[in-house]
């Protein structure tokens, strides 16, 4: 036995090394093979690079109407009136932008082979709503710069009127009152929440409890029997014992809501006082008499001032709601030769290839080199590619670029014995704007050092 066992490990020795003598052999054979003896240069095979462009379908935003001046009362995500009992949402939030996942090419102009240049257009898609979005965005605007209209006719009635004195009398009665109508309803929220959260704690009080009382049920309950062959009904206590952690677990985040939900109401609150605080500094500059109107005016002219801005924030509107619309119509990032282009009448969702562009420019021929190789070349150094589809004819280059490490090529390249030995990608580019075919194979001769 022991005599067996030293032949066959004397034979394993033999044949790794044959093996790796037939590794290091293939080196070397495909080596000689790339780089021929010719001096001052060097043979080895290369690829044309397949360089393309891909233009995506982009996201675009339709901008939605917003006709509201002033404070938006709250209405519901449908955009009707609250009912009793439903959460209130703020106008501006019903009418957040609505992204558009897709949309359908109403315009193709350029086919497979055109050249196209950079900037181009080569596709539309479909602007219903987007011209419907810079229409809403062009009203809303219209009503901004109206209100600031209104209320330098008020300053000028302000000047010329004194019973402007009880319209802001009025007004402040009517801010009045919508300030108590807020801090009441302010309160009633707060102390359902209250209420609500109470609850809560001691609800999850008692499932703590429960839970405690399962766990030492559990842990002091004896070794389960076989099982008999009729089981018993109901959940188990480890089962109980999940249910419990989840519903405790769903309590945590009702009170975890709750407490949000006071801390928003709070800060409303506060907001209300100071309404009120300003209201009571308001309605004792009008009690002075002589001093209202020169108030009122005071008052006014900051309106229209806030209103300008308003209004100036709606002329922005406009402008990105002609934004969205102008980019519906998909250009070309760069001069080229289209490919691939999708078929007009088509939907097309975003990120979706709308087209593929091979960019003009003189082709890239890569290649591999191994060390031994690559201790002659350099950047700048001449070189020459010939093929088979242009027999008798080369063309110039240079080699523009050079790996920075080293791995295996890749199995597709026109070469053998590739795979066996690590090597570093080396970039020529021709000269003159020379073209060739994408993924051609070529035969490289680089001017060594």
Do not use: C
């Amino acid at each position: 036995m022991a005599g067996n066992t030293g032949t066959t490990g004397h034979r394993g020795l033999v044949l790794a090394g044959v093996l790796l003598a037939l590794v290091a052999a293939g080196i070397v054979w495909w080596t000689g093979t790339q780089s021929r003896t010719t001096p001052g240069t060097l043979e080895v095979a290369g690829d044309v690079r397949a360089e393309s462009y891909t233009v995506m379908t982009p996201a675009i935003t339709v901008p939605a109407a917003d006709y509201t001046v002033g404070i938006p009362k709250p209405v519901s995500t449908a955009g009707a009136p609250l009912s009793a009992g439903r959460p209130a949402s703020s106008s501006s939030m019903a009418r957040n932008p609505i992204p558009v996942v897709a949309g359908v090419l109403v315009r193709v102009d350029v086919e497979q082979g055109d050249h196209v240049v950079a900037g181009q257009v080569i596709a539309k898609l479909d602007t219903a709503l987007l011209d419907l979005g810079v229409e809403q965005a062009k009203a809303t605007a219209a009503r901004a710069r109206t209100d600031v209209d209104v209320i330098k006719g008020n300053l000028d009635t302000v000047a010329d009127n004194q019973s402007s004195l009880s319209s802001a009398r009025t007004k402040l009665s009517s801010g009045e009152a919508q300030l108590v109508k807020a801090r009441s309803d302010l309160l009633k929220a707060r102390k359902q929440l209250v209420t609500a959260r109470s609850k809560a704690i001691a609800g999850r009080t008692a499932i703590k409890k429960q839970i405690t009382a399962l766990e030492k049920l559990i842990a002091g309950s004896p070794t389960p029997p076989s099982p008999s062959p009729t089981p018993t009904p109901g959940p188990t206590p480890a089962q109980l014992l999940a249910a419990l952690k989840a519903k405790l677990a769903e309590v945590n985040k009702g009170i975890a809501k709750a407490d949000a939900g006071l801390k928003k109401i709070d800060a409303g609150l506060a907001k209300v006082k100071a309404g009120f605080s300003q209201l009571v500094s308001a309605r004792t500059k009008l009690a002075t008499g002589a001093s209202a109107l020169s108030d009122a005016k005071t008052q006014l002219t900051n309106a229209k001032d806030l209103l300008g801005v308003v209004a100036e924030g709606r002329e922005i509107g406009v402008a990105v709601a002609e934004a969205a619309r102008d980019a519906a119509e998909i250009t070309a990032p760069v001069s080229g030769v289209i490919t691939y282009v999708r078929t007009q009448d088509t939907v097309a969702i975003v990120g979706s290839p709308v087209a593929r562009i091979t960019p003009d420019g003189a082709s890239k021929v890569d290649t591999y080199l191994v060390a031994e190789q690559l201790a002659g070349v350099g950047l700048g150094d001449a070189a020459r590619v010939g093929l088979d589809s242009f027999p008798g004819r080369s063309f110039s280059g240079t080699v523009t670029q050079i790996g920075t490490s080293f791995g295996f090529a890749p199995t597709r390249f026109p070469t053998e014995l590739v795979h066996m030995a690590r090597a570093v990608m080396v970039t020529v580019t021709l000269d003159d704007s020379a073209t060739l075919p994408a993924g051609t194979p070529v035969d490289l001769t680089i001017t060594t050092r």
